[in-house]
């Protein structure tokens, strides 16, 4: 059974970089079936889609992060990690990791999440 | 982006009722189009993938339909577990891939 766990600092400063890992054990990140994300969720509040990389790293990033977002996978580790810079409070949130499950159709691949997680507690605060 | 907009947010129902939430997106998703299941301090769980295909495991009295922009899952007898907040997902775009705002699910 395929399962993934976030780590990482749970209290970042402001205008620094958080850092999170998430460790994947009953399967690979070395898959080239399938996608690897991060999503997050501020306290009370609804699901935001941040960044999805593959194996051989080429990846998505939401827009409205962007350009602070940094995904990476290590496949010697079997692991896939999340940088955002300069965080303000706007960035604290529950941060889940996820497996994005393929589809495939006449002219591509879609891909969802099927496994996640448990989450991880991320505050922003001096 | 494309932005993707569930109703009701709140829906109070009771256990045996059946249940329908909607979800729009702002232009065409085709059928690119997931739902999930949370309840509270949970990870999300899939429950339809690519509009109207159940996630292995999932009980049947869950459905999906729609495509386009206009999507619905249903519910067919509401049981005490599924008291939850559920969320629409759009995976046509993936570079966002927007989630709808929620939909909590509480007793009547």
């Known amino acids: 059974q395929l399962q993934l766990q976030e780590s990482g600092p749970g209290l970042v400063k402001p205008s620094e970089t958080l850092s999170l890992t998430c460790t994947v054990s009953g399967g690979s990140v070395s898959s080239t079936n399938y996608f690897w994300g991060w999503i997050r969720q501020p306290p009370g509040k609804g699901l935001e889609y941040i960044a999805c990389i593959s194996y051989s790293g080429y990846n998505y990033y939401n827009p409205s992060l962007k350009s602070r977002v940094t995904m990476s996978v290590d496949t010697s580790k079997n692991q896939f990690s999340l940088k955002l810079s300069s965080v303000t409070a706007a960035d604290t949130a529950v941060y889940y990791c996820?497996?994005?499950?393929?589809?495939?159709?006449?002219?591509?691949?879609?891909?969802?999440?099927?496994?996640w997680g448990q989450g991880t507690l991320v505050t922003v605060s001096s | 982006d494309i932005q993707m907009t569930q109703s009701p947010s709140t829906l109070s129902a009771s256990v045996g009722d059946r249940v329908t939430i909607t979800c729009r997106a702002s232009r065409s998703i085709s059928s690119w189009l997931a739902w999930y299941q949370q309840k509270p301090g949970k990870a999300p769980k899939v429950l339809i993938y690519?509009?109207?295909n159940l996630e292995s495991g999932v009980p049947s009295r869950f459905s999906g339909s729609g495509s386009g922009t206009e999507f619905t899952l249903t519910i067919s007898s509401l049981q005490p577990d599924d008291f939850a907040t559920y969320y629409c997902?759009?995976?046509?775009?993936?570079?966002?891939?927007?989630f709808g705002q929620g939909t909590k699910v509480e007793i009547k």
């Open positions: 997902q759009q995976y046509n775009d993936y570079s966002s891939g927007t």
């Open positions: 996820a497996r994005l499950n393929p589809y495939y159709y006449g002219s591509g691949t879609k891909y969802y999440f099927d496994y």
């Open positions: 690519k509009a109207s």
